[in-house]
């Protein structure tokens, strides 16, 4: 067999992974790599900023349930991925980072452009490691690749170092890896914990569904709808978990928690048994944890164990991939005739969502982010996917748009990283191309990110961009306003810039819009374009997202508009 | 008193993996000794701390998940051996006081390593309740200087934790 550059190796290993695509920028560390990029079928996009990288990788990943690739060169490149990675850290997104490192013989003498990647992403990576020979390399991809798409899925940075880009390797002799310490799980529930959980299955009355964003990683939508009109169970989603259940379905209740909808959380609180499918019971999710679900008995499903016990006592663990874990319960179920076909608990639940449904409209004149969430959802096919920045604009789009396909809402949960929506949304368009991909951004989140719109126009990839301008850092001006007396502490961003004419300084569609027939129509228009299209829609900053549940409150205590 | 033992990858850049996360989780931990172990390829790291039950199972399962760790268990001190080893340099001018240092060595079976004209430098093994024991009679001596190798434990009789 022919020896390869080490460079070489890692585009042959990449494609022996069947990787299509990988979003980065190139610099003084990783020319190596990028000159056997140059001659491979696999296409580059290029990125403006290293974190946008991160972030198309991300958002390529969670759409197309399958790793994303980005890369960056060693020192400055490595740490703008930081904040990319940490996003798909904390939302288990299964992303692989490849970054450059200095030759060998330089590490650790502040060589130009060294930083210790490893270390600085080791706490918000699944695994982060250095591979020191050329030798290591086609199975350190292998293994980057298994240890990011298995068990609870995550980040994986690979480092490096330039001469190993260099360096000769026989790419059919590796060196082994040892990763003796990680076991992929079947995934399978134990047959124990099934039988306890059916138990209270069984004897409950008044069941709750909260699915997460696990049900969504492990495709158990399908199991998760079956069992929930099964066993007559509303489901409410945490904001990971939106589209795990279609948002138009009879039994969904919309987005449980802080900002959750009014009857989600009324529902929590008056069940009798939780089943939480894939989520972890984030403080965003559960409000102040002492009061939470306090007469209810709750069923965890969970990959992870750790999750187990971490933020909440449960009566029964089961440590489990969600899809195996629904369809065990669910034919169990079905075998022991437990189906239901009246339930008081759905009247119920029912007549609280009648009951909330006029709580929701925001008062005052001008564009309200309720109704130009109901437009869109109205205007566009049911598979569009949508990206959010991070803030009001996020909290509005989890409220008010309804999901109806699963890895179709794509957004930055819990991390919470603004800027998030445009690089998402170009990863997003290059997983789907035929799929119209909308960015429901802010004006304070847009402009975090805004340089990459360059990437969108000369790839020609027709994200469109929805930017609700309220001229301020919103969601903190909330708080301001809420929690500190209206003491707007810098959260003025005025109104600047003109979103209209920066799209056309990058060469994309600029759409000013200031009535709901306009938006409409830009909507309608925006699903044929064939460059990217930024639509600014003024709104009030005194605009609020509502109801909302005070910071360390509980899920009853929540603020409606007064 | 809680003990760890994790059996880990020996390679660079393990050891940070594993205090990172204690580091990032908010544990807080007492002791940590790492050393070789009967298998090639593998370090012993071993933690002791204080905390109730669902923080030590907490950890353990979050440093379970680092790849490089193969095994970790929670060693029980009722159904395992544990010591530590202690280097302490006691002041000792005075003859009559040194006599009496040399008896205590003797009664804590200890070892004397080192000595000058004006110090013992003693070697003291033994669980923490006995190294403690002992510093605290020294201190009437003026301890000069103390070095603790924090502890190492084994389960009791045929149990091995690499299995």
């Known amino acids: 067999m022919m020896k390869l550059s080490g460079a070489k190796a890692i585009v042959e290993a990449l494609k022996k992974e069947k990787v299509e695509v990988i979003f980065g920028i190139p610099g003084g560390s990783t020319i190596p790599f990028y000159d056997a990029i140059y001659e491979s079928d696999i296409r580059h996009i290029l990125a403006r900023h290293e974190q946008c990288a991160a972030h198309m990788a991300d958002g390529y990943a969670r759409v197309k349930g399958f790793p994303g690739v980005c890369t960056a060169t060693s020192g400055p490149g490595a740490t703008n991925l930081v904040t990319g990675i940490a996003v798909a850290y904390m939302d288990s997104s299964p992303i692989i980072a490849i970054t450059g490192q200095v030759p060998r013989s330089m590490i ?7 930083a210790d990647i490893v270390g600085i992403t ?58 003796k310490g990680y076991v992929v799980r079947s995934g399978d529930p134990h047959p124990y914990s099934v039988k306890k959980a059916l138990g209270l299955i069984m004897s409950s009355e008044r069941p709750i569904i909260i699915a997460g964003g696990g049900v969504i990683a492990s495709n158990a939508s399908e199991e998760l709808t079956k069992l929930a009109e099964l066993i007559l169970a509303p489901v409410a989603t945490t904001l990971m978990g939106k589209g795990a259940i279609p948002e138009s379905h009879p039994l969904s209740l919309g987005m449980v928690g802080m900002h959750g909808r009014g009857e989600a959380n009324k529902s929590v609180e008056e069940a009798d048994l939780i089943i939480a499918v894939g989520m972890r019971f984030g403080d965003r999710t559960t409000g102040k944890l002492d009061e939470f679900a306090r007469n209810s008995k709750i069923i965890h499903i969970d990959i992870d164990p750790a999750e187990i016990g971490k933020n909440i006592k449960v009566d029964v663990p089961i440590v489990a991939d969600a899809k195996k874990a629904l369809s065990v319960l669910y034919s169990k179920l079905v075998e022991v005739g437990s189906k239901r ?27 309200k982010p309720s109704k130009l969430m109901k437009i869109l959802r109205d205007c566009i096919p049911s598979k ?49 191309p035929d799929r119209p991909v909308f960015n429901i951004d802010g004006d304070g989140s847009f402009l975090m990110t805004e340089q990459d719109l360059a990437t969108a126009v000369s790839e020609g990839l027709p994200v ?45 569609e600029g759409v000013m819009i200031e009535s709901y027939a306009a938006f409409e129509s830009a909507v309608k228009r925006s699903l044929k374009a064939e460059m990217p299209v930024v639509m600014e829609v003024p709104i009030s900053p005194d605009e609020k997202v509502l109801p909302m549940v005070p910071p360390g409150k509980g899920l009853k205590e929540v603020i409606w508009y007064g | 008193m809680h003990i760890i033992a994790a059996l880990v ?29 009967e298998k090639e390829g593998l370090s012993r790291i071993t933690m002791t701390m204080r905390g109730d039950e669902s923080t ?74 006995k190294i403690n024991a002992f ?28 299995e």
Request: aromatic content about 8%; overall charge positive.
């Open chain 1, 464 to 508: 469109i961009s929805i930017i609700l301008k309220n001229r301020a850092l919103g969601m903190v001006r909330q708080w301001q306003c809420l929690f500190c007396n209206r003491r707007y502490s810098h959260t003025d961003l005025g109104n600047v810039p003109d979103f209209v004419k920066l799209a056309e300084a990058y060469g994309a």
């Open chain 1, 341 to 367: 076909t009246e339930s008081e608990w759905v009247k119920r639940v029912n007549s609280l969502k009648e009951s909330f449904a006029s709580n929701y409209s925001e008062k005052g004149d001008g564009l």
């Open chain 1, 122 to 179: 080791t706490p918000i990576t699944k695994y982060a490691f250095q591979v020191t020979s050329a030798s290591q390399i086609p199975d350190a991809i292998r293994t980057a690749f298994l240890l990011a798409s298995t068990n609870r899925k995550g980040p994986v940075l690979v480092d490096v170092p330039k001469d190993v880009q260099l360096e000769e390797v026989d790419p059919d002799y590796p060196e082994r890896m040892n990763i």
């Open chain 1, 384 to 432: 569009s996917i949508v990206t959010t920045g991070v803030g009001q604009n996020q909290m509005w789009a989890a409220l008010h748009f309804k999901v109806l396909e699963p890895r179709t809402f794509i957004t930055s949960g819990g991390l919470g990283a603004m800027g998030f929506g445009l690089p998402a949304a170009i990863g997003a368009k290059v997983a789907s």
């Open chain 2, 135 to 162: 510093l605290e009679l020294m201190k009437g001596y003026g301890v000069v200087e103390l070095a603790r190798t924090g502890m190492v434990a084994l389960p009791r009789g045929t149990k091995s934790t690499s």
């Open chain 2, 56 to 129: 030590v199972e907490q950890l353990v399962k979050q440093l379970s998940k680092i790849p490089d760790v193969v095994k970790i268990s929670e060693l029980k001190p009722s159904e395992s051996v544990y010591r530590e080893l202690a280097m302490v340099k006691v002041s000792a001018p005075d003859p009559a006081k040194r006599s009496d240092i040399l008896n205590y060595i003797t009664i804590f079976r200890g070892r004397v390593i080192d000595a000058s004209k004006d110090s013992l430098t003693i070697e003291m093994v033994g669980s923490p309740k």
């Open chain 2, 9 to 37: 990858e020996d390679r660079p850049g393990v050891l940070f993996k594993v205090t990172s996360l204690i580091r990032r989780r908010g544990f807080n931990i007492d002791t940590i000794t790492v050393g070789g172990t």
């Open chain 1, 108 to 114: 650790g003498k502040d060589a130009f452009q060294e």
